[in-house]
């Protein structure tokens, strides 16, 4: 299948859900849920039926203090997924991975978009694969690594560094050729829970940038440490980000729980942009 453009899904118009599926058995929020293909397959068709507009898979956990697993780890969990959900639906899917490897054997699969929190850093062989594929891919920003983010994150301008940082990494993928770049500000990766508020108080001042953005507040320990909610217990908290976000310029919207979240999308859609489903 060819990669559909974004804007022939709306993008610009109207906000795009992505729903998460986590073929792992260690993410902070789903981990084990879905690590059976069968299961995961099951789950991302039911995440489409609820409305996602993008399934994004990911076969290694990211969240803080993860180990890194092997590609071939890696590839045995996303690859099966990839293949069962794209024999059911025609839906984009993103791979959310670092590794060249992965990337390139999840398109060839039927992957149609890569998620990479590095923005390109930690595989140089990355803006190879994605320019011969021409792909989006999101640039994601990250203080450190997963295995050590949230040990003491510190900024003097968190929204001023992001948007460095950002700046750079759209000009090194732009000079390998890549052009259907997407941004996110990385909520929860290096970040306080006063530094994931401020991203999403002043997320319109990445739209400086030129390029949409997405970003991925569900179910983030941010909202648990606001409200006090277990994981499982924080979709107001990821409803309220989320609504929050678009009306500060989210283009793209990262969530667990896709039917409670496209009602908000559908009401801020229509309220903030003017789009009526």
Known sequence: MDARALEELGLGKRTLIMGIVNVTPDSFSDGGLYADPEKAIAHALELV?????????????TRPGATPVPAEVELERVLPVIEGIREESRVPIS?????????????????????????????????????????PVVLMHMQGEPRTMQQDPRYDDVIG???AFLRERLAVAREAGLSKLILDPGIGFGKTVEHNLEIL????????????????????SFIGQLSGAPVEE???????????????????????NVRAVKQAVILADAIIRGERR
């Open 201 to 220: 108080r002043r997320l319109g001042e990445l739209k400086a940038l030129g390029r949409p953005i997405l970003i991925g507040p569900s179910r983030k």
């Open 161 to 163: 560094e992001i948007m």
């Open 234 to 256: 924080r979709l107001p908290g990821t409803i309220a980000a989320v609504v929050l976000g678009i009306a500060r310029g989210a283009d793209i919207v990262r969530v667990h």
């Open 49 to 61: 039926e609820e409305g996602a507009d993008i399934i994004d898979i990911g076969g290694e956990s």
């Open 95 to 135: 791979i959310d991975t670092y590794k060249a490897i992965v990337a390139e054997a999840a398109l060839e699969a039927g992957a149609t978009m890569v998620n990479d929190i590095s923005a390109l850093r930690f595989d140089p062989r990355m803006s190879e694969v994605l320019r011969r594929y021409d792909v």
